[in-house]
Structures are given as C-alpha cells and as structure tokens.
C-alpha cells in the first residue's frame, strides 16, 4: 500500500509543483476552464500516474478519479481567486487532493489506521514539545521583552511579525538539531544569524538595540535548548 501511496504522491508532486510554470499558472487564473493550460494541467497529472504506475491498465479508475477530481478542485478554486486569502485557498486546494490520494490508495488497497499509535504518549509529548517551542515560547519572549521598548519596533520598515516568526523557526532548527544530536548545527545557527544581523550589532551609537537582539537571541536558543533536553530526558523515561 505504502509503495502505491508513495507514487501517487510523487505523480501530484510532479503535476501540481514540478512541471506547472507560473505562465500557466497566470493564464488558468485569468480564463480558468476557457485556458488551454488548465486541460494541460490534467494530461500532465494523466501522464505521471500512468508512467508511474507502468501503465497498468488495471488502475483505469483510480487514475481517472485522481485526475478529474484534480481538475474539479482547481477549477473551484479558480473561481474562489481573490474572494478568498490565497494561502488559506492553497492550503485548501493541498488538502482536498491529498484526501482524495489517500482515499483511493485506501480504497485499492485497504489499510488500518491505529488511533492508538497516533494518540501514543511519545506522540503527545512530542507535540507538546513543539507546541511549547513556537507558541508559548513566543508569549514568553514577549512577555520577557516587552520590560524594554525601542522605537525601530515600530518601524515600517519592517515585515509585519518578522520577528516572531524567525523566533519560531530558529527554536524549531534548534529541536531538531538537539534531536539529531547535532550540537555543532546550532553553532553554526547561531553564527548565520549573527552575519545577517551584523549591520545591526555593529552600530555603534546604538548600544541598546545590540543588547536588545543579544538578549532576545540568547533567550530564544536557551528556551529551545530547555525545552529540547526536556523532550529527550522524558521520552527515555517512556
């Protein structure tokens, strides 16, 4: 089942990322079901799963249900453009095609789902670890960070919660290097960071703001590295 599973995902990877230009894209978008590249779009998702599963003629019907619901999809979501916020819409379009990958790859070879495995306590730590690392932690650095105030935070130069942002990715690199037991990763983290905000900690007339991202940097590594011994020394007791 997995091998199946496996081909009809990359068969979607190679349809809907691999060979879509933004060209066709645009073009679907702008005459949706009228565009050639739309029916393009379908022969292509066609052709991966029939080349993918060797043009074994005994798929017949779950080839043509991926493929036509594929193109339902996404002419629903054509017609859905600018009425709705494009990433949600993407996320959406992503969602409804891998349920129906998994539906037909279920329906053709039928599998079990062991709740018991996906509710398992290393499972629910594991999610409580990386629940703590982005959400809470944010609130704490917020918390933490708010004692001191500095008049670029409020400048328009800046994206819009960058900074909460970077925060999260960075204590999500440093998990998962703890995981892997790479330490010296997250060195090097710390050294890439340190280059990209080097305009930054070099101003010389403005102390506060190099103290400020020393502090907010050192928090965020101490919270991740915390939480990260934490998981770990936990799941052995498990």
């Given amino acids: 089942m997995m091998t199946l599973l496996i081909k009809l995902l990359i068969a979607h990877v190679i349809g809907d990322f691999v060979l879509q230009?933004?060209?066709w894209v645009d073009d679907k978008k702008e005459n949706t079901y009228k565009s050639k590249y739309f029916y393009f779009h379908g022969l292509i998702h066609l052709l991966a799963l029939l080349v993918l599963l060797a043009f074994?003629?005994?798929?017949?019907i779950l080839i043509l249900t991926i493929v036509i619901s594929h193109l339902i999809i996404d002419l629903i979501k054509l017609k859905l453009n600018g009425k709705v916020?494009?990433?949600?819409?993407f996320a959406i379009d992503q969602i409804l095609h891998l349920a129906i990958i998994g539906l037909v790859a279920y329906i053709r070879i039928p599998f079990e789902i062991e709740l018991d495995t996906l509710f398992s306590t290393s499972v629910l730590l594991l999610i409580l670890a990386i629940l703590t690392i982005t959400f809470?932690?944010?609130?704490?650095?917020?918390?933490?960070?708010?004692t001191w105030s500095l008049e670029e935070d409020s400048s328009e130069d800046s994206l819009k919660?960058?900074?909460?942002?970077i925060g999260i990715l960075e204590r999500l690199f440093v998990f998962g290097f703890i995981l892997i037991n790479q330490w010296s990763a997250?060195?090097?983290?710390?050294?890439?960071?340190?280059v990209f905000r080097f305009g930054?900690?070099?101003?010389?007339?403005?102390?506060?703001?190099?103290?400020?991202?020393l502090i907010g940097?050192?928090?965020?590594?101490?919270?991740?590295?915390?939480?990260?011994?934490?998981?770990k020394y936990l799941i052995k007791l498990l």
């Fill in 161 to 165: 919660n960058a900074g909460k942002y």
């Fill in 56 to 60: 074994d003629w005994s798929y017949w």
């Fill in 85 to 89: 916020n494009s990433r949600l819409l």
């Fill in 186 to 194: 997250i060195g090097l983290l710390i050294a890439a960071k340190s």
């Fill in 217 to 231: 940097t050192l928090m965020s590594f101490g919270l991740a590295i915390t939480i990260g011994l934490t998981y």
């Fill in 21 to 23: 230009p933004n060209s």
């Fill in 200 to 213: 930054d900690l070099s101003r010389a007339k403005d102390r506060k703001l190099t103290e400020y991202i």
């Fill in 136 to 146: 809470v932690s944010s609130i704490i650095m917020k918390i933490m960070m708010g």
